[in-house]
């Protein structure tokens, strides 16, 4: 991760950024393509520093609130507006993202614990567990309400409340994220109720991102 530090270090440190963002907010996962092209090395690296360009160049606009890379490849944005059309306008911007290096989702986003903000200059980077949570494919409206109401009683009880960093719904409550801190929950996550029976489908990565970007202290 020192490359990934050194580089999200140079990008964020070129932006001056005030504090809390206002709603509405739209979640991006930019997952790794397993299709893209097999470019030459100094291809993908020259895509890479403009896809890094790009970020600073949209977060000096105003447009890219937070963003950050997952441990295992793709990465993370959140963008200010409410509007789809105009996140895929800003995405398109990219070099790497008209590549076809990942395969994007964009999702409204709603905050239900800590929301989105932008960092000042005298920032941190730091590691945090990322969960995303999924209804099963083909449940009914009823199934997956019934689902996500358990689901949200049980993650009321996350223990040490203090080490919740953020939870929000993405789109029509087709999905959720849960960010934690430390390493004693993963076991929690995993005997859920709802994700060991299935109704819930989970995901737990490792996101590397600076420490604020979701309001927490």
Request: charged fraction near 20%.
């Amino acid at each position: 991760m020192k490359n990934i530090s050194r580089i999200f270090f140079i990008v964020f440190s070129s932006i001056s950024f005030g504090a809390a963002q206002p709603r509405p907010f739209m979640f991006v996962f930019l997952n790794t393509n397993p299709n893209k092209p097999d470019l030459p090395k100094e291809q993908v690296d020259s895509l890479m520093s403009a896809h890094l360009a790009n970020i600073t160049r949209l977060a000096n606009e105003g447009k890219i609130i937070a963003a950050g890379p997952f441990y295992d490849g793709g990465g993370i944005f959140v963008m200010a507006t409410a509007s789809k059309d105009t996140a895929w306008e800003w995405l398109k911007t990219d070099p790497a993202v008209r590549a076809n290096r990942w395969v994007l989702e964009i999702f409204p986003y709603q905050p239900l614990r800590g929301s989105v903000c932008s960092v000042g200059e005298n920032y941190t980077m730091t590691t945090y567990n990322f969960v995303r949570y999924a209804v099963k494919e083909g449940a009914t409206s009823e199934e997956s309400r019934r689902a996500w109401d358990a689901h949200d009683r049980y993650l009321q009880a996350f223990s040490p409340a203090d080490s919740v960093v953020a939870e929000g719904i993405l789109g029509n409550r087709q999905s959720s994220i849960f960010v934690y801190q430390g390493a004693a929950g993963e076991e929690f996550i995993k005997a859920e109720p709802t994700v060991r029976e299935g109704a819930l489908h989970v995901t737990i990565r490792k996101i590397y991102i600076a420490k604020g970007s979701f309001c927490e202290k």
